[in-house]
T-cell receptor, first 111, second 114 residues
Framework: GEDVEQSLFLSVREGDSSVINCTYT??????LYWYKQEPGAGLQLLTY?????DMKQDQRLTVLLNKKDKHLSLRIADTQTGDSAIYFC???????????FGRGTSLIVHP | EAGVVQSPRYKIIEKKQPVAFWCNPI?????LYWYRQNLGQGPELLIR????????DSQLPKDRFSAERLKGVDSTLKIQPAELGDSAVYLC????????????FGPGTRLTVT
């Protein structure tokens, strides 16, 4: 099975909160990341969390980590149309800090 | 500050032809990465450079792919000959290096092999 799994699509109404979920298999993961990819662009790191943390908040973004269940989530508060993009969950372990990516969740924000 | 620059942005070639991609990382970034992103997938690492040295190329199909980073700055990724399955977006990223340092991605080169 895949090392990092996430649902492929999420549709929300503008102004609502979005929650994108991710599960991973590597129990030795050190860093867990959320990247955003807009059409025709490269990936942009949104936020990351160290594996000994369980929550990180940055403005409209909240990351929750359940290390026991190997579950990571990204909550976007007050979702805007500009948030429409593909969101990738990723994890890295060991000393190379090279992320292993999931397949991405396509977030669609409609008025 | 300029970001990671890649060219060309798009390339269409026939199978069995060669193709090359170019990447200029952010100034001062010692670490450079080439990723391949297939449609509907996340990026997969092909090769990582620390300065001019390739330190992780285990995922690079060496029978047809080659890469170089002369002088530890710009890098080129070459495919010869290209196959239909090579159609993908090829992403370059760079980072300052060191623990947890963020990777900055370029916009990618979209390759279509017909």
């Amino acid at each position: 099975g895949e090392d990092v799994e996430q649902s492929l699509f999420l549709s929300v109404r503008e102004g609502d909160s979005s929650v994108i979920n991710c599960t991973y298999t590597d129990s030795s993961s050190t860093y867990l990341y959320w990247y955003k990819q807009e059409p025709g662009a490269g990936l942009q790191l949104l936020t990351y969390i160290f594996s000994n943390m369980d929550m990180k908040q940055d403005q409209r973004l909240t990351v929750l980590l359940n290390k026991k269940d190997k579950h990571l989530s990204l909550r976007i508060a007050d979702t805007q149309t500009g948030d429409s993009a593909i969101y990738f969950c990723a994890e890295s372990s060991g000393g190379s800090y090279i992320p292993t990516f999931g397949r991405g969740t396509s977030l669609i924000v409609h008025p | 500050e300029a970001g990671v620059v890649q060219s060309p942005r798009y390339k269409i070639i026939e199978k069995k032809q060669p193709v090359a991609f170019w990447c200029n990382p952010i100034s001062g970034h010692n670490t450079l990465y080439w990723y391949r992103q297939n449609l509907g997938q996340g990026p997969e690492l092909l090769i990582r450079y620390e300065n001019e040295e390739a330190v992780d190329d285990s995922q690079l199909p060496k029978d047809r792919f080659s890469a170089e980073r002369l002088k530890g700055v710009d890098s080129t990724l070459k495919i010869q000959p290209a196959e239909l399955g090579d159609s993908a977006v090829y992403l370059c990223a760079s980072s300052p290096g060191g623990e947890g340092s963020e990777q900055y991605f370029g916009p990618g080169t979209r390759l279509t092999v017909t």
